[in-house]
């Protein structure tokens, strides 16, 4: 199975600040990789596929990059709104993965 | 409105079975593939398999293969997923969502989850 790891496990930072999300495939991907933000208590909820797309409805904050087997997800400026847990999932094989989660938090 | 609606909690004892389902409504259910995904406590997210509505082909993940297995109501829209000789590692809400195979967006709509909890 592929494996997916995501860095760092836990962000801290302050509303306005650019925060940056890292996943790497332990093989490659192409661009077959979604994150999906996670509030407390909640469903996951998908935000981008096919590494770069914004979801529908998603603020354009958010962004994702990447192909191969290093993706980032980056949200430009943090708002309080933004506290969850973000999970990268690789879909390329017909096995899924997902990464262990990063977990972002307001200082 | 579309939506995945699941099932309520269950408690169940070590060896038993649960039965998990998803109700699907606001969109054409044959039209697509399902996925289950569970998270234990405090963990992160763990891709069970998917099943296709439309022709019940399934993928299962490999760690649970003998033991899991997904269904699909065509006539009331559900999907099922059973999972059999429970173990206390098997506690954990179960998410159903809507894609799977070769989905281009993965999976785009998530159940509210299930909490199923093994004690005996």
């Known amino acids: 199975d592929v494996q997916m790891t995501q860095s760092p496990s836990t962000l801290s930072a302050s509303v306005g600040d650019r925060v940056t999300i890292t996943c790497r495939a332990s093989q490659t991907i192409g661009s077959w990789l979604a994150w999906h933000q996670q509030k407390p208590g909640k469903a996951p909820k998908l935000l981008i596929y096919k590494a770069s797309t914004l979801e529908s409805g998603v603020p354009s904050r958010f962004s994702g990059s990447g192909s191969g087997t290093d993706f980032t997800l980056t949200i430009s400026s943090l708002q309080p709104d933004d506290v969850a847990t973000y999970h990268c999932?690789?879909?390329?094989?017909?096995?899924?993965?997902f990464g262990q989660g990063t977990k972002v938090e307001i200082k | 409105q579309v939506l995945l609606l699941q099932s309520g909690a269950e408690v169940k004892k070590p060896g038993a079975s649960v039965n998990v389902s998803c109700q699907a409504s606001?969109?054409?259910?044959?039209?697509?593939?399902f996925t289950w995904v569970r998270q234990a406590p405090g963990e992160g997210l763990e891709w069970m398999g998917w099943?296709?509505?439309?022709?019940?082909?399934?993928k299962y993940a490999q760690k649970l293969q003998g033991r899991v297995t997904m269904t699909t109501d065509t006539s009331t829209n559900i999907v099922y997923m059973e999972l059999t000789s429970l173990t206390f590692d098997d506690t954990a809400v179960y998410y159903c969502?809507?894609?799977?195979?070769?989905?281009?967006?993965?999976?785009?709509?998530w159940g509210q989850g299930t909490l199923v909890t093994v004690s005996s």
């Open positions: 099943i296709s509505a439309y022709n019940g082909n399934t």
């Open positions: 969502a809507r894609g799977g195979g070769s989905s281009p967006k993965g999976v785009d709509l």
């Open positions: 606001g969109f054409t259910f044959t039209e697509y593939h």
């Open positions: 999932q690789q879909y390329n094989t017909e096995s899924w993965t």
